[in-house]
């Protein structure tokens, strides 16, 4: 939708201030959906930050977890005859399984080796490649949505902008497990467990923490938050499609490159800044430089501070 921007030279009166208070309430739409949009971008780029800081490895099966996410939650209303609310938890259930299974195959048989980091991300893009082929042969290669009815199409306004239930569904469920994860990294003992491997694995190996164990409910978590992601995604947009998990990939790594290589509070910002980019940028000047203001806002970020939003400068001993 294009905007239509008020006549120029409005004369002061009724007409320019309802014209006033038009433009303050698209404003405030669309801060309010991008700041939607951006905490699904949160999510999804968390999934990967939190493998990257703590475990060194970049997993590129990531988002082929958000796509069968989307596709099984879709599964679970559809057939199953299960409320989107039973049906989250048994989508995160199944994201952590994924997760496991992808440290396991993709991962761990590596791990003794020079070129492990390397070898890991081949790996991980193989297993994604082969687990959307599972899915195009179960499902096909139609677009999925969920049954209609299957959310209350509820409606609040705020400050003039109209909000959905599935939006403030979609930022309330999002920020409560970004919430969680931060509380369980920096409070509790397998968070205690994973700062040490991501400090120094051989050091904390020797300190008795289990870095397999560790490893794994690194990645089953990491997955986890992934298939949420994917699922309130679809949710989002009323759409599943095979190739949704590749169309977010990048958008997801930009993110955790301009929050901060590790940084869970740098991935939240940096979800929210692309996210009120993109709409921004249909709103004002069009749907087709969506990305390449999203995108150029965050290479500037980048050019001005390199380390990302949140990063630690690391400083080279010679």
């Given at each position: 939708?294009?905007r239509r921007?008020?006549?120029?030279?409005?004369?002061?009166?009724?007409g320019?201030?309802?014209?006033?208070?038009?433009?303050?309430?698209?404003?405030?739409?669309?801060?309010?959906?991008?700041?939607?949009?951006?905490?699904?971008?949160?999510?999804?780029?968390?999934?990967?930050?939190?493998?990257?800081?703590i475990?060194?490895?970049?997993?590129?099966?990531?988002?082929?977890?958000?796509?069968?996410?989307?596709?099984?939650?879709?599964?679970?209303?559809?057939?199953?005859g299960?409320?989107l609310?039973?049906?989250?938890p048994i989508?995160f259930?199944?994201?952590?399984?994924?997760?496991?299974?992808?440290?396991?195959?993709?991962?761990r048989p590596?791990?003794?080796?020079?070129?492990?980091?390397?070898?890991?991300?081949?790996?991980?893009?193989?297993?994604?490649?082969?687990v959307?082929?599972?899915?195009?042969?179960?499902?096909?290669?139609?677009?999925r949505?969920?049954?209609?009815?299957?959310?209350?199409?509820?409606?609040?306004?705020v400050?003039g902008?109209?909000?959905?239930?599935?939006?403030?569904?979609?930022?309330?469920?999002?920020?409560?497990?970004?919430?969680?994860?931060?509380?369980?990294?920096?409070?509790?003992?397998?968070?205690?467990?994973?700062?040490?491997?991501?400090?120094?694995?051989?050091?904390?190996?020797?300190?008795?923490?289990?870095?397999?164990?560790?490893?794994a409910?690194?990645?089953?978590?990491s997955?986890?938050?992934?298939?949420?992601?994917?699922?309130?995604?679809?949710?989002?947009?009323?759409?599943?499609?095979?190739?949704?998990?590749?169309?977010?990939?990048?958008?997801?790594?930009?993110?955790?490159?301009?929050?901060?290589?590790?940084s869970?509070?740098?991935?939240?910002?940096?979800?929210?800044?692309?996210?009120?980019?993109?709409?921004?940028?249909?709103q004002?000047?069009?749907?087709?430089?969506?990305?390449?203001?999203?995108?150029?806002?965050?290479?500037?970020?980048?050019?001005?501070r390199p380390?990302?939003?949140?990063?630690?400068?690391?400083?080279?001993?010679?």
């Amino acid at each position: 939708m294009t905007r239509r921007p008020c006549p120029a030279g409005e004369p002061a009166g009724h007409g320019a201030s309802a014209c006033i208070h038009d433009e303050l309430r698209t404003a405030v739409q669309q801060l309010l959906n991008g700041i939607f949009i951006g905490s699904i971008y949160a999510l999804f780029a968390i999934g990967f930050t939190l493998v990257f800081g703590i475990l060194d490895r970049l997993n590129l099966a990531h988002p082929a977890v958000f796509a069968a996410s989307a596709f099984v939650g879709i599964e679970l209303v559809e057939r199953g005859g299960l409320s989107l609310w039973a049906a989250l938890p048994i989508v995160f259930v199944f994201g952590a399984v994924l997760g496991l299974l992808i440290e396991r195959l993709a991962f761990r048989p590596l791990k003794g080796r020079a070129d492990a980091h390397f070898a890991g991300l081949i790996s991980s893009i193989a297993l994604a490649g082969m687990v959307i082929a599972l899915l195009q042969w179960r499902y096909g290669p139609d677009t999925r949505r969920f049954p209609a009815g299957s959310f209350p199409d509820t409606r609040y306004e705020v400050a003039g902008a109209q909000v959905t239930l599935v939006q403030v569904v979609i930022l309330g469920v999002s920020l409560a497990l970004m919430v969680g994860l931060t509380y369980m990294v920096t409070r509790s003992r397998l968070g205690r467990g994973m700062r040490a491997v991501a400090e120094n694995p051989t050091a904390a190996r020797v300190l008795g923490v289990n870095v397999d164990r560790i490893t794994a409910v690194t990645f089953a978590i990491s997955s986890a938050l992934g298939a949420v992601a994917g699922v309130l995604f679809a949710i989002n947009v009323n759409t599943a499609q095979l190739g949704m998990g590749s169309a977010i990939e990048l958008k997801g790594l930009a993110v955790i490159i301009v929050g901060g290589m590790g940084s869970l509070p740098g991935a939240l910002i940096g979800g929210l800044v692309l996210g009120l980019a993109e709409v921004f940028a249909v709103q004002y000047i069009g749907s087709s430089w969506r990305d390449v203001i999203a995108f150029g806002l965050l290479f500037v970020i980048l050019l001005l501070r390199p380390q990302g939003l949140l990063g630690a400068r690391k400083v080279r001993e010679v």
